[in-house]
Every structure is written in structure tokens, then in C-alpha cells.
């Protein structure tokens, strides 16, 4: 008995720091701004190279026509979820699901999820792995 209890008490531990809190763009954590190096992988495909970042915002873009919008939450450990649900002209609905953790001032994690139900075919699944590293400021000028 004392076993299940154990387990029973572990499982709720474990489903409370997956639980996230529905937050504003407003709340979105501040980030360090300037020069990012980045590197990461994407369907097999790998990326590396420099970024400017001078909110929080410029890591996420921005939501698309046929779609629903940002939706921003916080999970218990201090990362940021953002969901969006879109329907592309031919139909096919796209949902992603991008999670950023870090101190955002060094470092950060970006991740994307991306689930794509098509009208025809099978669903597609990519998933985005990215890793920052603070490089230094100002940002170079534009070209």
C-alpha cells in the first residue's frame, strides 16, 4: 500500500511541473538584446550562423493570416510556451507548439513543434531544435 501511495504521490509531483499558466505578450520575460549565435537542427538538416535579438518577440515571428494566434503560457519551471493553430488555404491545419527556456540573458533553448494534419496524405511532423548563446552587443547596422 505504502508503494502505491508513493507512486500515486510521485505522478501528481511529476503532472504539476507540466502544467503551464496562460500569460500575456506583456509577460513575456525580457531578453538580453543583441548579437545571438545559434545552432540547431531541423529535419535532419542542421543550421548554425548570428541573429539580432532585441525582444523577446523577434525569436517567436509573428502569427499568420488563417491563424489563431499567439497563445503564450508559462510552465512551473520558468520556461515559455507559445501555441498556434492555422488553416492554410488548401486546408490543412497546422499546429505548433514552440517552448523557450533559459536565462535569456546567456543562453536559451528554442524548440517548435509542428504537427500538420493535410486534407490528403499522411500528417507531417517536424520538430526545430535551436540553442543560443549571448555573442555580445550592439548589433551590427543594417545592411
Not at 504539476?16 to 543583441?34: D, F, K, N, V, Y
Not at 486546408?91 to 509542428?114: C, K, N
Request: net charge positive; hydrophobic share 40%.
Amino acid at each position: 500500500m505504502r508503494s502505491r501511495v508513493a507512486v500515486a504521490a510521485a505522478i501528481l509531483a511529476l503532472s504539476a511541473c507540466a502544467r503551464e499558466t496562460p500569460i500575456t505578450a506583456a509577460q513575456l520575460p525580457s531578453i538580453r538584446a543583441g548579437q545571438w549565435s545559434f545552432e540547431g537542427s531541423a529535419g535532419g538538416g542542421v543550421a548554425h550562423g548570428a541573429v539580432c535579438l532585441k525582444t523577446f518577440a523577434d525569436t517567436l515571428g509573428r502569427s499568420h493570416p488563417g491563424c489563431a494566434g499567439f497563445a503564450y503560457s508559462r510552465e512551473a519551471g520558468g520556461a515559455v510556451v507559445v501555441r498556434d493553430r492555422c488553416v492554410n488555404p488548401n486546408g490543412a491545419v497546422v499546429q505548433t507548439r514552440i517552448r523557450l527556456a533559459g536565462d535569456y540573458a546567456s543562453r536559451m533553448s528554442f524548440e517548435d513543434d509542428i504537427h500538420i494534419a493535410q486534407p490528403t496524405g499522411p500528417p507531417l511532423h517536424t520538430l526545430v531544435r535551436i540553442s543560443y548563446r549571448y555573442a555580445g552587443c550592439p548589433c551590427p547596422p543594417p545592411a
